[in-house]
């Protein structure tokens, strides 16, 4: 039967592709640590309270590269190349999304604007994780090998995105809602296209792993236009809505550790 679940066991059961989803898993989730952690060290002194925040976020991040890291590891595997069709986190720059990296890499301070740019950005995107996580969550948070981490991460990406709500709705009553708004909508439309094309990259080169059959194939990218054109159309307003979170301040302590697989 072909499913979410089914394909997400055939991945775990396969070294090859197992190794590959973790190490794209692992590379994306590493970069978003680099970007908060430059993004905190350049807040301007008007968002200076955010810093710690940011900080935080990073660190959560950083903290999930080191856990698919190690999965693989326990697994007796090293990492591989991220092939460029599939690093979600260089396309969406490549598209204009986010802060780029060569103004992180510089020295001067950011704006409001670019913080309201790294928020929305991040609102959009944490959605993306979230959702992901509590899929993973569903079919494998009791398996023996993945459970722990699958709960730890999804977790720290509810967090995540319970903060881009709570700072953008701060910002939005400071008079930033205007901005808000049309950042939201402009990353929206980029972060679906930007899913939809790293989502068949992905499953091709599950396709070439794992021999799959090319109706198969055909069958997947099917279902990825589907769910792609859904969005476009309806899904994207559950990526730009914004609303009180159940959780409250919830990067205002210190980031987790990661924990250790034997």
């Excluded at 794209?24 to 200076?48: D, K, Y």
């Excluded at 903290?63 to 999965?71: M, W, Y």
């Excluded at 950042?183 to 980029?190: G, I, K, M, N, P």
């Amino acid at each position: 039967m072909l499913s979410a679940r089914s394909l997400f066991q055939e991945i775990l059961d396969n070294d090859d592709a197992y190794r590959l989803f973790c190490s794209i898993a692992a590379s994306g989730e590493t970069q978003g640590g680099w970007e908060n952690a430059r993004i905190a060290a350049l807040v301007p002194e008007s968002q200076r309270a955010l810093a710690p925040k940011i900080a935080r976020h990073g660190a959560d991040e950083d903290k999930h590269g080191r856990i698919f890291q190690a999965l693989l590891r326990k697994r007796g595997l090293e990492p591989c190349e991220v092939p460029g069709d599939t690093d979600y986190t260089m396309l969406l720059e490549r598209h204009g999304i986010g802060l780029a990296h060569a103004r992180l890499q510089a020295d001067t301070p950011l704006s409001e604007q670019d913080i309201i740019t790294y928020l929305a950005h991040s609102r959009v995107t944490e959605q993306r994780a979230s959702e992901q996580m509590r899929m993973l969550l569903r079919y494998f948070g009791d398996h023996p090998d993945l459970g722990r981490a699958v709960r730890m991460i999804s977790d720290d990406e509810d967090n995540h995105l319970a903060y881009c709500h709570e700072e953008l709705l701060r910002l939005a009553r400071a008079g930033h809602g205007p901005a808000i708004h049309r950042t939201l909508h402009t990353c929206v439309r980029a972060e679906l296209a930007v899913y939809r094309d790293v989502s068949l990259a992905v499953m091709a080169r599950m396709g070439e792993v794992l021999g799959w059959s090319g109706a198969r194939g055909r069958l997947l990218a099917a279902g990825i236009h589907a769910a792609y054109r859904y969005e476009r159309v309806h899904g994207w307003r559950r990526m730009v809505s914004l609303a009180p979170p159940e959780r409250r301040d919830p990067l205002g302590g210190p980031a987790t550790t990661a924990p250790e697989f034997a």
